[in-house]
């Protein structure tokens, strides 16, 4: 009697495994989609433009937790492949050696660390709010730099273009994404 209910618990637990890494997959690229959105709704900025990215990124954190990443390697795929997904409509492999690249970058190194952080510690109080601070942080530190880095070396200009004017609003985007998350049940 004891093998039959470890072997139905393994299998149970192996079905569940299963439906949870598909349930990631499907909801990675509803979460793709909503990046590539979030990419034609953009104000445009010298050298960067303002969009709704970040936003759908920290949401994606805090629903998909460690697989958040996938639906950024997804979209990032779809802009590599020529599909306009990029801010303003934007495609193509100049985009992610341009200006904007290293937000790219940012995106998958941003949710693949906060989500992993958020997966590990999601119980723990104010656990959300860190990973949505690591996850800007990221974006945030991959875009200064290299967006420096294409501005021949100058940090601060890139830091005045390309970061201290979007804080704000990332301060706002990532305060929704909480409150949304709150209210799914996230």
């Known amino acids: 009697m004891v093998n039959f209910t470890d072997d139905l618990m393994v299998k149970m637990h192996s079905h569940a495994a ?11 690229a509803v979460f793709s989609a909503m990046m590539a959105v979030g990419g ?11 969009t709704l990215q970040t936003f759908f990124a920290y949401l994606s954190v805090l629903y998909l937790k460690k697989w958040a990443f996938l639906s950024q390697l997804i979209y990032i795929g779809l802009g590599l492949i020529g599909l306009p997904v990029f801010g303003g409509g934007a495609s193509g492999y ?8 290293g937000f790219l970058v940012g995106f998958i190194a941003g949710t693949l660390l906060s989500g992993n952080l958020l997966q590990k510690t999601a119980e723990m109080r104010y656990a959300t709010a860190a990973a949505m601070l690591l996850c800007a942080a990221v974006i945030f530190m991959a875009g200064w730099l290299w967006l420096a880095y294409w501005l021949q070396g100058n940090f601060t200009g890139a830091l005045l273009a390309g970061v201290l004017p979007f804080l ?3 301060a706002a985007k990532m305060a929704l994404a909480l409150i949304i998350g709150k209210k799914m049940r996230l």
Not at 40 to 47: E, K, N, R, S, V
């Open 40 to 50: 034609l709704i953009a104000i445009p900025f010298f050298p960067v433009p303002l």
């Open 18 to 28: 299963k439906v949870s890494k598909a349930r990631a997959l499907v909801f990675s």
């Open 168 to 170: 704000p609003g990332d």
């Open 94 to 101: 100049s985009v992610l050696i341009g200006p904007a690249g």
